[in-house]
């Protein structure tokens, strides 16, 4: 009885021992790129044809319940620091007017035109963890700038905020990463009457839900694209 205790408590050790060193081996995933150094750029995920690579913002008034919603067709921009061939994090967007700056297009407010993003060279910063964070803003007072002809949305700087999906596109040597978000509760504040802003800007506003889909792209600092994945 003895002699069979001290088979299974050394079995169970060795299982131990076992478990643990696999938990160690073992590592999460991380962005790769097949140069180094390695740029990403954003660019809009029109790979299904459908309205994926659209960025949807939903706006809400937690108190009063209304919304409104912000829709554009695509984000594009590139990284602004060059990466190593595997890295944790991918940093995109650059200085006001520079060609790394992020871009929003063809955006709407409940559908109608004449909606403007100035991003203020501000930053979105992706990590492993699937975070975001907004960050590098070159105008602290402005941040990111969401204008209608009456009203005007602000997000400052802030995260990490989780949300953020990734899966590898394509085959070797022209693999990308597509980035997908469904991000809540980004702080963002408002100026302008109720009716300019289609919402009560006197109280605390949130953007409850985020939607949308890039493609990130490996390229050399020549802009040439290079194998990029997720893995």
């Known amino acids: 009885m003895i002699r069979n205790l001290k088979v299974l408590v050394a079995a169970a050790m060795a299982l131990g021992v076992l478990g643990a060193f696999s938990a160690s081996g073992a590592q999460a995933a991380e962005f790769h790129c097949s140069v180094e150094p390695c740029a990403g750029r954003l660019k809009p995920d029109e790979t299904t044809g459908t309205k994926t690579a659209h960025h949807v913002f939903v706006v809400e008034n937690l108190t009063t319940t209304e919304a409104v919603s912000f829709t554009c067709s695509s984000l594009s921009g590139k990284g602004t620091v060059a990466v190593k061939k595997t890295t944790t994090e991918v940093e995109v967007g650059g200085a006001v007017g520079s060609a790394s700056a992020l871009v929003y297009s063809e955006c709407t407010i409940n559908g109608s035109p004449g909606v403007t993003f100035d991003m203020n060279g501000c930053k979105y910063n992706f990590t492993v963890a699937g975070n975001v964070s907004i960050t590098g803003c070159t105008n602290a007072a402005k941040q990111i700038e969401v204008t209608i002809p009456e009203c005007t949305f ?78």
């Open 154 to 231: 602000d997000i400052p700087e802030q995260g990490p905020l989780s949300g953020v999906t990734y899966h590898t596109i394509g085959t070797t040597p022209n693999r990308e990463v597509t980035v997908s978000t469904n991000v809540h509760n980004i702080k963002i504040n408002a100026t302008g009457s109720t009716s300019g802003c289609k919402i009560n800007p006197s109280q605390t506003l949130t953007v409850t839900d985020t939607t949308a889909n890039s493609i990130v792209t490996g390229e050399t600092p020549f802009g040439v694209m290079a194998d990029a994945w997720w893995e």
